[in-house]
């Protein structure tokens, strides 16, 4: 929806209109804010009624200057009259349709063969037309409409053929929205004093007096009366209560709601100016938030007029398994509950995931209670206690956990620290000692390096020995974890064995003219003028970089001329020219190596090739 304009429940079908001005249509959603229907075309729709029947709902079409009649069992309109002026707020009173024109107040009765309009009915009240009119009626209060208008409020007998002003006062200037009580002797606006501060303001209809209202948040902006007298109030309001229920008569709320943060700014989701309806069974308050992004939520808030007790419970934070231990707590409430109210008691643990229930606990005059239990599992101990509600209280509940003794488990894993070659497949076995029932353990592979997660290996009972076995593909350090949930007697433990494996590394040389032995090593023959061509492969990962290593032959000792890194292609290799000497007699040694760290990465463990020898002749 682009706009607010006004909302209405039908209470028989259990539907609730909407009607957004800008957007020119009515949105039909049941109880649950699924959208059943939507009207279009209806420039400018604001003010809603619905028909004492609940067979229509009336609609104000302000841009075209009619009122149109909508159909409550098949969501199509039935019928559109024109009124000769742009209708806003609605009211329904004794069969007639009563609308806000400019300044002023008209009616339309359908009753007859041909609808009947009259307009400019609002007598010598000064309406000055700055802030908007809003009308009000309620179907227990026959004949009785009430205008309100910037600063001026009034109330009409409209129980004949026009309106005639039984009384006309003030009320304050910031009013979006007013109500009439069910037993017709207040006004409530939206805004008003109780002693000056944030309320909403009650105004007896005899005389338009000023009388104690319901204190609530800043900033007023919506109240609704219900058939049973409740009254919803709301508020604009970032980081307090949005909707504030109160019971007539009585300035402490009996319920708030508070709606969730769904924009981007600190402030959560707010109440629209006059976005408040209820049903007409007051079991529901529906309401229309709007967040920082102009999204709108038409927003159901259940059992508005039964009290939300607080039901808080204590248990202590460790105790020993199979000894008893005490849980104390307090059902409070804005009025008192009786003592001996029904708590239900219910025990979660290992051994009983669904929950068990315990024996019913009652609360004492003051609302507190405390029952006795012995945890049979030990583990995590979790006690709720629940409250069923009433006629006035809404259901409740809380919980506390314990932490309950469990015996020590013994869970060892071999193979840390140890070292493989590349490509090895290595047996880890983790060994299970005494447990109470369950006899399974899990074993998991973490292979180092970001690419590649954590994996099951095995999920199975221990065999007779206790042990469990898993084999593991050594091509990278790789941490494995075995782990036990532990069960009613015996705590749950987890161990790791992180072991290492090398990198697969080999070099071929090329550009020589042969081989031979000198001494005990197999040399490759170069002319003094050829480059020799070195071509590692190794195992790929990003990033890597292989160490050529360089040394030369003097003298009966092999001397280091220096390393360089050298970038792996993405097939592992890395081919590298070393420069001719240009004389023969030379020996010299090369070899390749991944260094942890060094060679860009952590993934295997240092790890040096084999020497290559060469020489140059002439």
Known sequence: MASFGDMVVDGTHQRVYVSD????KIVVTDYAGTVKATLTGLSGVTGLALSADSGQVYAAVKNDNRIVSVDTATYTQSASYPVGAAPGD????????????????GSLDVSGTDPVVHLRQRGDVDFSGAFGMFLASDPAVPGVLAVGNGGDLAVYDVSADGATVRVKGSMDTSVTQIDLTPDGSQVLTSWGDPDYGYGIGAYSTADLSEQTGYPIDAYPNAVRV?????????????????????????????????????????????????????????????????NTYGTRTLRTLTDPTKELPTLKVAAPAK??????????????????????????????????????????????????????????????????VSYAGDATHAPAAGSDAVEVSRAATTL????????????????????????????????????????KPKKLLKTAKVNS?????????????????????????????????????????????????????????????????????????????????????????????????????????????????????GQSGIRARLRSSYINSSSGDTVNSTTHGAWKYITFTK
Not at 90 to 105: C, K, Y
Not at 364 to 372: M, R, Y
Not at 501 to 517: D, F, L, N, W
């Open 90 to 105: 609605l009211e329904v009173v004794d069969g007639r349709v009563w609308f806000a024109h400019g300044t002023d107040i």
């Open 21 to 24: 001005p800008s957007g020119g």
């Open 226 to 290: 219900a058939p049973d007298g409740s009254v919803a109030g709301g508020s604009f309001s970032w980081y307090e209560p949005d909707v504030h229920i109160h019971r007539p008569g009585d300035p402490v709320p009996t319920r708030e709601y508070d709606f969730p943060n769904t924009g981007n700014s600190s402030g959560a989701d707010t109440l629209v100016d006059g976005a408040l309806a209820w049903a007409p069974d007051a079991a529901r308050v529906f309401a229309v938030s709007v």
């Open 319 to 384: 105790s020993d398994r199979a000894k008893k231990l005490g849980v104390t707590g307090k059902l409070t409430s804005k009025t008192p509950l009786a003592a001996g109210t029904a708590l239900k008691v219910t025990r979660t643990d290992v051994e009983s995931p669904a929950g068990k229930t315990l024996a019913t606990v009652r609360t004492k005059a003051d609302g507190s209670f405390s029952f006795a239990d012995t945890p049979p599992a030990g583990g995590k101990v979790t006690y709720k």
């Open 465 to 581: 020995s206790g042990n469990i076995s898993a084999t593991v593909d050594m091509t990278r350090d790789t941490t494995v974890t075995a782990v036990f949930t532990g069960d009613a007697r015996s705590a749950s433990r987890t161990v790791q064995s992180t072991a290492y494996a090398q990198a697969k590394i080999s070099t071929s040389v090329s550009k020589h003219y042969k081989t031979g032995r000198i001494g005990s090593a197999t040399y490759y023959y170069f002319r003094k003028n050829t480059d020799p061509v070195f071509t590692t492969t190794m195992n790929y990962y990003s990033g890597r970089k292989q160490r050529l290593q360089v040394q030369v032959y003097s003298q009966g000792t092999w001397y280091d001329t220096g390393s360089e890194y050298f970038a792996l292609a993405r097939n592992g290799t890395s081919a590298v020219r070393l420069e001719a000497p």
């Open 412 to 451: 060892t894993l071999g193979n840390n620290g140890k070292l493989y070659a590349y490509g090895k497949d290595v047996v880890f076995t983790a060994h299970l000692g005494k447990t109470y029932k369950n006899r399974t353990v899990a074993l998991y592979a973490d292979p180092f390096g970001t690419d």
